[in-house]
């Protein structure tokens, strides 16, 4: 029977592996050695056990903390290509997707960063539809347009002319065509 128990308090984070028959002379078994002598061990569990601080961020030094040397060259580039919001900080999600932390079967797919980008930008467009569009008709006609400031409010699209908006050919630019 295996239990698995997380000690923080005073050191260096560890699991301690309890069993019937003795692990090598010592009950108290280093991370990497407990995962080696039970099986795997959850990336929530992993990822519980290296957040010391319990504020449900993994930092840089909680990444590295008790791995190998040769493995912190690694783990900083896993840290800050899964750190998708930059935050300095690696959330859960982002853990699942580091590749030397979690089985490819549990990993966690790393978001297109394009997608929020163009949310974001979409959101700004349809926070001043309702000021660009005077006649309140639900589109933009090539004087509201011109007025507006669409082609401003998405990056590389400032020198965009009407026509290049105007994707269905009709008389005025939809807010779903912004």
Known sequence: ???????????APVQVLETDQP????????VGQAVNASGP???HAKFA?????????????ELLAGQPEELHRQLTRDFKVANWNGDQGL????????????????REAIPDPVVELVQTHQAAVRKEW????????????QEEFAASELPQAVPGLRNSTFALWNLDGQA????DEA
């Open 1 to 11: 029977m295996f239990v698995w128990n997380a000690i923080t308090e005073n050191a």
């Open 23 to 30: 692990v090598g002379g010592n009950e108290a078994v280093e």
């Open 41 to 43: 061990v959850s990336p």
């Open 49 to 61: 056990v290296q957040d010391t601080s319990g504020d449900g961020l993994l930092s840089l030094e």
């Open 91 to 106: 959330s859960e999600a982002e853990y699942y997707s580091v590749p030397s932390r979690v089985p490819v079967s549990q």
């Open 130 to 141: 309702t000021a660009w569009d005077a006649d309140q008709n639900g589109e933009l006609s």
């Open 172 to 175: 005025g630019i939809s807010a």
